[in-house]
Each structure stands twice: as structure tokens, then as C-alpha cells.
């Protein structure tokens, strides 16, 4: 997937799921601060791009670094990153 | 310890017949039903009753997403009503949070729809994973007196009496003790309920719930009627402003009635059974608890929801109880049976229709029953008359029994 894509269905869940109007959506966008996110979201959040993307991130210690649009866009690439290479 | 007395100082719906006392009595006067044939339950295999009273859903998008995240249908509907009786009540919102108001919102369970999607999303490869987080607070039993206590900033008590079909009479019943007590000034009493087809199949299994009017879905229910076959489900909220008597006096509020009595007990006799003897007791310590005659009783707001067993126990024991004079009417007839908040929107409907001097007629009541004769039942047209003491009844399933007596201005 291009990071073009990942950006495009990662920003459909926060308008979708989170109804965050699509002109807040900037990559330095923060999660909590800027796009009104807690942590209860965060539950809802991982268990929406699980389903988007095929991927796990529920157990991934990695998801505590995000903070920003941008960090979810690099973290997903680089998980698809690491199922290409174990298949 | 002086008990204070309770004024009903505002009321808030969303019923089958729309949102707001006017819409529902609007509704109720020109004879409409709100049941509808429900498109895609024949999917369920065994359902055998594909008719219900749906309530629209709109404007919930005015509550904003971090207090409605957790709210199921049910819950948003509770949340409307709530607020349209607070401002219906003309009381500051900001009082809310005075910790002098609090809310008993009741229902049969927490959001039908969230709870089934929960159980499909899980099953079966009982995988929670994928569930959201927002799913335990749409499913949890009191979700719609939490959900209106965080939406309203209520700081008062706030509970969730769950007891079916009396959910809301409970409720008001529980407000009415806490004001009287003094323990809060203010009570938002009531109830909601949300349709799905495994809720019509909760009655459908037990061969409650009418199978014969698919085709004709505004025959059905029948309340008393010789030719009833069982309930039909509805949904919606309805939430009454119970507040201190003396203090709806100092700021001029408007007064929807005086709650006068309030009595529950149980039949300990059978989960699902009606039993006149229980509804008999009900009523009576009502009445002597509100220190009212029987004779002096102008309408009693049967709980009836059109079921061969319920209808004629209840019948039977407003015989016993009341004679044969009282006008007696159900709403069910237009309303369909909206279980946790029928009393709620019920008693809504019946007082506004007091105090225009009217006591609306059962629907759909064209052939009184003989098992259910011996009443003075009101059908065709509202009864004009102008009276003052209203009783409402409420049964639920476990044997419980709940009623209410009020005095219209």
C-alpha cells in the first residue's frame, strides 16, 4: 500500500469514527491534544485500523510512541513493511 | 420528619408518534398508530410477530460525539427526553450539577442493538479483539440513567431501577420518595427501550406478542378487545420532572399535576403470569397511601397491553377495586408496548389530556372482550370530561406490580 492510501484510510476513520472535520487532519495533527481523542478512543482507534488494515497493534508496544496523524501514517506502512517480509 | 409534597413540573417523549408531549397527543387525539409492519424481521427464523412501534431517531448528532459515543439508541432517546423536560420544566440546565437533582431512569435492558451487535461481533470464534470500547457502556443495564447523568452533568443520585414493563413507574416512584424525603429537590423519572427483532422474540417465544395482524399492523395491539391476540413492542423515552412541591410554587413553574401515592409490590408467584390479587393490592395501598377514595379516582391508565391473560387479570381487578364507573383506557393501542418507558410516556399523554379535560380512548378497541367487560372502558373517541385524580398502572414481568396516583389541577 502507498502511504497515500494508508493516509487516505486512516483519515477516513477519524472523520467517520471520531467525526473530526477533514480540514483538522494534518499530518503534525495530535491525537489527543489537537483532535480531541482520550483514551477510551484509543481502544476504539486500534480496534478500527486492526479491521482497515489486517494488521495487530493491540499488543504492539510501539503504539504508546504515537502522538501524532503522521506517527499512525509511519506506523502502519512500517507494519505492512514487516508482513511483507515474514511472507 | 415532614415529608415534602411532589409536583410534576415537566415532561419530555420520544415516542412511536414523534418527539414531545404535542406531537404524542397530537398523535393520540387524531387516532393515529404508530405500528408499522418492520421491514427484514422475517429474516429471523421463528419471529413469528414482524410488527412494532418504531420511534425516530434524529438530531442526535446535537449531542456532541464524547457524550454520545456511549449512548445506544435507547440512551440517546433518553437523553432528548431528558433535556426537552428540563426545559420543558423552565428549570436552569445549569442546575444540574447543584448535586440538588438527581435521575432514576429505568429499563428492561441495556441497548438491544448494541447487545446483539456485541454478541455477533464476538461469536463465534469468541474473539474480543474487535469489540469497542463503547460497547459495555451501550450494553450495561443503567445505561440510560448514566448516560443521561453524564450528558446533563447531573452531580445528584442517579439510579436504574430495571424492572421491565414497570421500569418506569419504579422510577417515578423511586424520584417521588427521594424528593418527598428531601433527600433531592428535583427527580428526572423515567424510562427507555429500544426495538430489535430478538426483543419482539423475548415475548414471541412465550406466545405473547400478536402474529395476526402482519398484514394490517394499525389493527394491532388490541387492549381489551374480544379479538386481541398479544402486545406489540415499541420504543422510545419519556422522562417527567418530579420536583418539591413548594419550591415549583416559589418559582413559578407550571404544575402538570401533584403525585399523591406510590405503591409496588410483587405477586412471588410466577415469572411471567399476571395476577389480579397482586394488582388488586397494588392499587388499593396506592390509593391509601395517597389518602384518595376509589369513588373519587376520574381515570385509571391501564397498563394493558393487549395479552388474553394481562388484560383480562387487569380488568378483573380494576373491577374489584374501582366498580364499573371509572373510565378506564390503555395507550397501547396507539403507542404499541414501549416496556421500560411506557409508564413514562404514558402518563405523559394521559395527564396532558386531563388537563385539556380529555381522557383518551383505547385504540383499536372495537369489541370489548367479556372477560375484560365490567369496566368503563373509553373507545372511539377521547371521553371529554373534566376530572382531576388520575391512577396509572404498570406490570411487569417477575410479578411485579407498580402504581401511581396524581391529582391534575
Given at each position: 500500500?502507498?502511504?497515500?492510501?494508508?493516509?487516505?484510510?486512516?483519515?477516513?476513520?477519524?472523520?467517520?469514527?471520531?467525526?473530526?472535520?477533514?480540514?483538522?487532519?494534518?499530518?503534525?495533527?495530535?491525537?489527543?491534544?489537537?483532535?480531541?481523542?482520550?483514551?477510551?478512543?484509543?481502544?476504539?482507534?486500534i480496534?478500527?485500523l486492526?479491521?482497515?488494515?489486517?494488521?495487530?497493534i493491540?499488543?504492539?508496544?510501539?503504539?504508546?510512541?504515537?502522538?501524532?496523524?503522521?506517527?499512525?501514517?509511519?506506523?502502519?506502512?512500517?507494519?505492512?513493511?514487516?508482513?511483507?517480509?515474514?511472507? | 420528619?415532614?415529608?415534602?409534597?411532589?409536583a410534576?413540573?415537566?415532561?419530555?417523549?420520544?415516542?412511536?408518534?414523534?418527539?414531545?408531549?404535542?406531537?404524542?397527543?397530537?398523535?393520540?387525539?387524531?387516532?393515529r398508530?404508530?405500528?408499522?409492519?418492520m421491514?427484514?424481521?422475517?429474516?429471523?427464523?421463528?419471529?413469528?410477530s414482524?410488527?412494532?412501534?418504531?420511534?425516530?431517531?434524529?438530531?442526535?448528532?446535537?449531542?456532541p460525539?464524547?457524550?454520545?459515543?456511549?449512548?445506544?439508541?435507547?440512551?440517546?432517546?433518553?437523553?432528548?427526553?431528558?433535556?426537552?423536560?428540563?426545559?420543558?420544566?423552565?428549570?436552569?440546565?445549569?442546575?444540574?450539577?447543584?448535586?440538588?437533582?438527581?435521575?432514576?431512569?429505568?429499563?428492561?435492558?441495556?441497548?438491544?442493538?448494541?447487545?446483539?451487535?456485541?454478541?455477533?461481533?464476538?461469536?463465534?470464534?469468541?474473539?474480543?479483539?474487535?469489540?469497542?470500547?463503547?460497547?459495555?457502556?451501550?450494553c450495561?443495564?443503567?445505561?440510560?440513567?448514566?448516560?443521561?447523568?453524564?450528558?446533563?452533568r447531573?452531580?445528584?443520585?442517579?439510579?436504574?431501577?430495571?424492572?421491565?414493563?414497570?421500569?418506569?413507574l419504579?422510577?417515578?416512584?423511586?424520584?417521588?420518595?427521594?424528593?418527598?424525603?428531601?433527600?433531592?429537590?428535583?427527580?428526572?423519572?423515567?424510562?427507555?427501550?429500544?426495538?430489535?427483532?430478538?426483543?419482539?422474540?423475548?415475548?414471541?417465544?412465550?406466545?405473547?406478542?400478536?402474529?395476526?395482524?402482519?398484514?394490517?399492523?394499525?389493527?394491532?395491539?388490541?387492549?381489551f378487545?374480544?379479538?386481541?391476540?398479544?402486545?406489540?413492542?415499541?420504543?422510545?423515552?419519556?422522562?417527567?420532572v418530579?420536583e418539591?412541591?413548594?419550591?415549583?410554587?416559589q418559582?413559578?413553574?407550571?404544575?402538570?399535576?401533584?403525585?399523591?401515592?406510590?405503591y409496588?409490590?410483587?405477586?412471588?408467584?410466577?415469572?411471567?403470569?399476571?395476577?389480579?390479587?397482586?394488582?388488586?393490592?397494588?392499587?388499593?395501598?396506592?390509593?391509601?397511601?395517597?389518602?384518595?377514595?376509589?369513588?373519587?379516582?376520574?381515570?385509571?391508565?391501564?397498563?394493558?397491553?393487549?395479552?388474553?391473560?394481562?388484560?383480562?387479570?387487569?380488568?378483573?381487578?380494576?373491577?374489584?377495586?374501582f366498580g364499573?364507573?371509572?373510565?378506564?383506557?390503555?395507550?397501547?393501542?396507539?403507542?404499541?408496548?414501549?416496556?421500560g418507558?411506557?409508564?413514562?410516556?404514558?402518563?405523559?399523554?394521559?395527564?396532558?389530556?386531563?388537563?385539556?379535560?380529555?381522557?383518551?380512548?383505547?385504540?383499536?378497541?372495537?369489541?370489548?372482550?367479556?372477560?375484560?367487560?365490567?369496566?368503563?372502558?373509553?373507545?372511539?373517541?377521547?371521553?371529554?370530561?373534566?376530572g382531576?385524580?388520575?391512577?396509572?398502572?404498570?406490570?411487569?414481568?417477575?410479578?411485579?406490580?407498580a402504581?401511581?396516583?396524581?391529582?391534575?389541577?
Amino acid at each position: 500500500m502507498t502511504k497515500e492510501e494508508v493516509i487516505k484510510i486512516v483519515n477516513n476513520v477519524f472523520e467517520e469514527l471520531f467525526e473530526v472535520p477533514p480540514e483538522k487532519l494534518a499530518p503534525e495533527a495530535r491525537i489527543f491534544d489537537g483532535l480531541g481523542l482520550d483514551s477510551l478512543d484509543t481502544v476504539d482507534l486500534i480496534v478500527a485500523l486492526q479491521k482497515r488494515f489486517k494488521v495487530q497493534i493491540r499488543e504492539d508496544e510501539r503504539v504508546r510512541n504515537i502522538r501524532t496523524l503522521n506517527d499512525i501514517y509511519e506506523f502502519i506502512l512500517t507494519l505492512e513493511q514487516e508482513q511483507a517480509k515474514k511472507s | 420528619m415532614q415529608l415534602r409534597r411532589v409536583a410534576i413540573t415537566g415532561m419530555g417523549s420520544i415516542s412511536p408518534l414523534g418527539r414531545g408531549t404535542m406531537a404524542l397527543t397530537e398523535g393520540i387525539e387524531a387516532g393515529r398508530s404508530g405500528v408499522r409492519y418492520m421491514e427484514g424481521w422475517n429474516q429471523y427464523t421463528g419471529l413469528r410477530s414482524l410488527v412494532a412501534a418504531p420511534a425516530e431517531l434524529k438530531d442526535e448528532k446535537q449531542i456532541p460525539r464524547m457524550a454520545r459515543r456511549s449512548m445506544g439508541r435507547m440512551s440517546i432517546f433518553a437523553a432528548q427526553a431528558a433535556q426537552d423536560a428540563i426545559a420543558d420544566a423552565g428549570l436552569d440546565p445549569a442546575f444540574t450539577s447543584s448535586g440538588r437533582l438527581g435521575c432514576a431512569v429505568g429499563s428492561t435492558t441495556g441497548s438491544a442493538i448494541s447487545l446483539n451487535q456485541t454478541f455477533e461481533t464476538m461469536l463465534p470464534d469468541k474473539d474480543l479483539s474487535k469489540l469497542s470500547s463503547m460497547m459495555f457502556f451501550q450494553c450495561i443495564s443503567h445505561t440510560a440513567s448514566m448516560n443521561v447523568a453524564q450528558y446533563l452533568r447531573i452531580n445528584g443520585m442517579v439510579m436504574a431501577p430495571c424492572a421491565a414493563c414497570a421500569s418506569a413507574l419504579q422510577a417515578m416512584g423511586l424520584g417521588y420518595d427521594m424528593v418527598r424525603l428531601g433527600r433531592q429537590d428535583v427527580m428526572l423519572c423515567g424510562g427507555a427501550e429500544e426495538l430489535h427483532p430478538t426483543v419482539t422474540g423475548s415475548f414471541d417465544v412465550l406466545f405473547a406478542t400478536s402474529v395476526k395482524y402482519n398484514d394490517q399492523p394499525q389493527k394491532t395491539p388490541r387492549p381489551f378487545d374480544r379479538d386481541r391476540d398479544g402486545l406489540v413492542c415499541g420504543e422510545g423515552s419519556g422522562i417527567l420532572v418530579l420536583e418539591d412541591y413548594d419550591r415549583a410554587v416559589q418559582r413559578n413553574a407550571r404544575i402538570y399535576a401533584e403525585v399523591l401515592g406510590y405503591y409496588t409490590c410483587n405477586s412471588g408467584d410466577h415469572v411471567s403470569e399476571s395476577n389480579r390479587a397482586n394488582m388488586v393490592t397494588c392499587m388499593r395501598e396506592a390509593l391509601k397511601l395517597a389518602g384518595i377514595e376509589p369513588s373519587q379516582v376520574d381515570y385509571v391508565n391501564a397498563h394493558a397491553t393487549a395479552t388474553l391473560q394481562g388484560d383480562k387479570e387487569e380488568a378483573e381487578a380494576i373491577h374489584d377495586v374501582f366498580g364499573s364507573s371509572v373510565p378506564v383506557s390503555s395507550l397501547k393501542g396507539h403507542l404499541g408496548h414501549t416496556l421500560g418507558a411506557s409508564a413514562a410516556i404514558e402518563l405523559s399523554a394521559a395527564l396532558s389530556g386531563m388537563q385539556k379535560g380529555m381522557i383518551y380512548p383505547t385504540l383499536n378497541l372495537e369489541n370489548v372482550s367479556p372477560e375484560c367487560a365490567g369496566i368503563n372502558h373509553v373507545a372511539g373517541s377521547p371521553l371529554k370530561r373534566k376530572g382531576n385524580i388520575l391512577v396509572k398502572n404498570s406490570f411487569a414481568f417477575g410479578g411485579i406490580s407498580a402504581v401511581l396516583v396524581c391529582r391534575v389541577p
